[in-house]
């Protein structure tokens, strides 16, 4: 299996804060890769990193073996690596269709002139553009709601249709960050549920960060922990589970006795 | 029932009569009055103030206006209940008037002038506030009554039509529009004759409407054409880029000037051909654009609006001094800039010249709207919305930037080369920051990023105070009220942007047509 993303040794300063220290990760191919870790502990700035925002200090990132960090944002996009925002960040005040005919942007080629000249090849782009764009909305479920401006739409469809803008420029990579922050249960499994027929049916490589553990363990191939910066752990979901590094950066050294001491007492109660 | 509240009728009181002493102040009582003078057939003829009768109307007239903004939310109370707060209001009114009216009279029978530190009161003005009355307590007084009486009868005609016809006039209203609408069919429009026909007949309009009206209104609709230019130019890079321009003049000082050098026998002597000339100077103002937003537009926040609004002045500055008056003509401006020839035919009239600016701002229509709903426009938009994430989704946010602010600059080019071969002058003071102010100012009135708005915007603020010359002395106070007041009711504009409808393409498979295009 080829390897998608591959960071090495990537540390990223803020000042004397260090956001990412040292965090090395591989995410091969098709494969769902999750990111956890208390809040504060570097997960966005990473993201960050891979997405073009930030310059890291030191390290590398690599995208299908070429280095990418450095490069600008449109770059990127436009090599094939997409992602959305903690706080779903949409074209407001553009209607929804045309918020992912924004995100097909690093597939256009059509410059201005001939886009008012109208020549044959800016016609044909356009319009295949724009079906593209109505059946990437039939995928994620937004049919019929094309013509809406797209801070209009429910706050679950918000994060369908920055999704759907990720997807529309084909990415090969895509970087959820907290899909699912906000959703009631039953939508965050249908979100579930999707992200995994986009490996499936797509073959697109995910990366994403979660709080939501019922999430993270039921769709990630690989789970990586990161605590102020420095990733604490990593591998399958139920290795993370068990992981008593990863338990104390959760809930605190000595955790374990006090769960230990918390079941003993909760299965005295019910015996 | 709402409880009626005294300090109501106190605080409008307070607030109308701080406004019409501030309209005293600024000299605006005179003009008002010969405003309705002139409505009623009689125009004051210059130097003359108009008849005491229009001042008393005016009065009148904000009284009632005041009176009628007090009972417009008690409509279920009876009468004499408002009665009170409508009293208070009037004498809060008329007593501030009256204490303004003994002020000035008072200074006035003393013989001091007040111009010295109001420019505006002259002793010929006090006495229209004073109704020419000469004694100051006598009229000081009799504003007071005035004021009371006008204020109870504006309520009480508010307070009758809010009882009688408000609900009426609202279904009256809904009926009417819905009658409209179903008088005209809308698939009528679809039809292609009807749509020949209204092309023909928009076509007839536009060939015989210069020719039968007259030089004057050719004139004013030039003016409100390239004003149109400069809107559409300015939208480009403010209304739909996001990136806000203040120095938008500089672009038209530059397309003036390159014009006017280009064209005029002196100082260069030049003469070069029309079009030529307006190519150059188009290209000349898009260069500028082009030199301006290379270092500045990497850059994020407001530094475009600094830079460019310093590059105005410097332009404008450097425009009037001696320094360069070898090259520009000085403050004495450029005379005898050439006027438009077609195939050795001079065209240098106001029909013809009507025509051109027509056919240049329907170009232009043209040009942006295509622009618009392309991939260049959305990108701009996204831009508009959010900088970061429009990068990130692949829009080269510097690239885009740069075109949008070229194109803004040729458009600006293309109205100044038209605005000096129009004026066959120009000079220093065509190019003060004010006319980017308009500019700004038409492009919010009429509807930020919509191309009709905009037109709108021009014909209302170029085009009514052309029509309304006695108030042209207050067209700053008047953009500002007609700002204040917009920003209230229409915050997006007369005609706010809407976004375009996009249909799913007809053609079954794409696929399919790309290879029928290839001709396989």
Redesign the interface.
Known sequence: MKTCLETTGVTKVFGGLTAVNDVSLTVPENSIASIIGPNGAGKTTLFNCI???YLPEKGQISFYGEPIQGF???L???LGI??T?QNV?L?????V??NV???Q??L?S???LE??L?T?K?I????????RG?DLLEYVDLAGR??L?ARNLPYGEQRKLEIA?ALA?SPRLLLLDEPTAGMNPSESRDLTNFIRRLRDEIGLTILLIEHDMKVVMEISDQVSVLDYGIKIAEGKPHEIQNNQQVINAYLGVGSAELIGRYQKRKRKIYA | MKTIRFSKGFVTGIVFGIVLTFLFLIGFIETGSGLLSKLFGQPVPTNAMPKIFFVVLFFVLIGMWAGSSLVRKYREEPFKDLLPVILVGGLTFGAIMGIVAFIFGSIAKAGIDVRTYLVAVSPALIGLLMLKIADPTIAALSLLTLFTLATLLGAFLEYLWQRRFSDKAKELKGCVSKRLIRFVPQHLFEKPAVKYATFVIALALFILLPRVWGSYWNYVLGTVGIYILLGLGLNIITGWTGQLVIGYVAFFAVGTYTFALLTAPEPHGLMLNFWLALAIAVGTSALVGFLIGLPILNLRGDYLAIVTLGFAEIIRILLKSDLLTWFTGGPRGIRDVGGPTLFGMVLNDDVNFTYLIFIMVLLMIFFVARLQRSRTGRGWEAIREDQTVAKATGVNTFSSKLLALTLSAAAAGLAGALFASRNQFTGPEDHVLLVAINVMCLMIVGGIGNIPGIVLGALVLKGLPEILREISNFRMLAFGALLVVMMLMRPEGFLPAKRPKISKPEVPDSAQALKEDQGI
């Open positions: 997405s073009g925002y600008q944002t449109n990127i996009a436009r997409a992602r925002y960040r074209f407001g005040n553009l209607s269709i045309e005919l924004i995100g942007e690093p256009l059509a410059n201005w886009s008012t109208k044959r800016a044909l782009e356009e319009k295949q553009a724009i079906e109505f094309e013509n401006l803008r420029s």
